[in-house]
């Protein structure tokens, strides 16, 4: 039988001052590998985004803009497709062009996966406080069927492309941002959010949401109803 001796009682000591080295330089380390993706993510938006697409400042009218707002990014989009979509921006968000010129202009740059990867992280970041998370659950039944209806009522699809069972897949007007996909491409809570009062968001976008807004439980309903559109 071995004795426990004074010797091994230093390894042991040696071998636990080590495992905790290891540990803290894991805990000091981790953490900062995630801050410089960030970090470089961040400098890719300062260098090549923020000439057109504004990250911080109050909500301004689309006419007076170049390019959609990415201030509350970090809640409008859904991760997977912000990455996918950066690298190949060929989807039509805005089917007349963001500045209402029919003649598209050359497409939107894309970037590298890996560059991808890091804009997705910087703009994961950008918060907005006026939006709760996790409030929105997908829809009951009855209240997709009510959704669908107040859709129709306040007709929606005349200035938003919608998906439809036709030849191509979608109806509706080009004015605005189409809703083709947005059940992969935005968050729900933003959605949410958006629908209760759009000029926090878009000023001049709302005036055809009804004044004063629709009761909570109706626009909880046609969110979970466009969170559909696949
Ligand atoms: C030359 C101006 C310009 C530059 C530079 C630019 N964008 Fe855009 N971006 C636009 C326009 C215009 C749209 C509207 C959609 C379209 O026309 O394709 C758009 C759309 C987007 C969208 C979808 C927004 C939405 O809510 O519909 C995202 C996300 C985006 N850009 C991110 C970026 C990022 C990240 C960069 C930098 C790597 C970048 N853009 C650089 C002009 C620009
Ligand atoms: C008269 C045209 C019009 C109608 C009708 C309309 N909207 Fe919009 N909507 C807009 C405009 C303008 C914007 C701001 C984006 C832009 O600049 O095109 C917008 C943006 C949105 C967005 C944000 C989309 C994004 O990707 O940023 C949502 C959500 C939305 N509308 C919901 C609705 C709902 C729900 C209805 C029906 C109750 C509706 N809209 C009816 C004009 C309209």
Excluded at 13 to 35: D, H, S, Y
Excluded at 106 to 122: N, T
Excluded at 156 to 167: E, G, K
């Amino acid at each position: 039988m071995r004795v426990f001796g004074k010797e091994d009682r230093t390894t042991c000591r040696f071998i636990k001052g080590a495992v905790l080295l290891a540990w803290l330089l894991a805990g000091l380390l981790v953490p900062a590998r995630a801050a410089d993706l960030t970090n470089e993510g961040e400098g890719i938006v300062q260098s090549t985004c923020v000439g057109c697409h504004r990250i911080h400042g109050a909500p301004m009218p689309r006419s007076t803009k170049q390019a959609p707002d990415l201030i509350w990014a970090g809640n409008k989009y859904q991760r997977d497709w912000l990455v996918a979509w950066l690298q190949n921006p060929k989807e039509k968000l805005y089917p007349v062009g963001y500045d209402f010129k029919f003649k598209r202009k050359g497409r939107h740059l894309a970037l590298l996966p890996g560059e991808a990867e890091k804009v997705a992280d910087f703009l994961s970041t950008l918060k907005d406080v006026r939006i709760t998370e996790g409030r929105m659950k997908p829809g009951t039944s009855a209240e997709l069927t009510r959704g669908e209806q107040l859709y129709r009522e306040h007709v929606c699809q005349n200035c938003h492309w919608t998906p439809a069972d036709n030849r191509r897949g979608y109806t509706g007007g080009t004015s605005s941002t189409s809703f083709v996909n947005m059940g992969n491409r935005l968050q729900a809570d933003w959605v949410y959010r958006f629908n209760v009062n759009p000029d926090d968001f878009v000023p001049g976008s709302g005036a055809y949401i009804p004044k004063p807004s629709l009761p909570e439980k109706d626009i909880y309903a046609i969110t979970a109803y466009m969170m559909t559109f696949k």
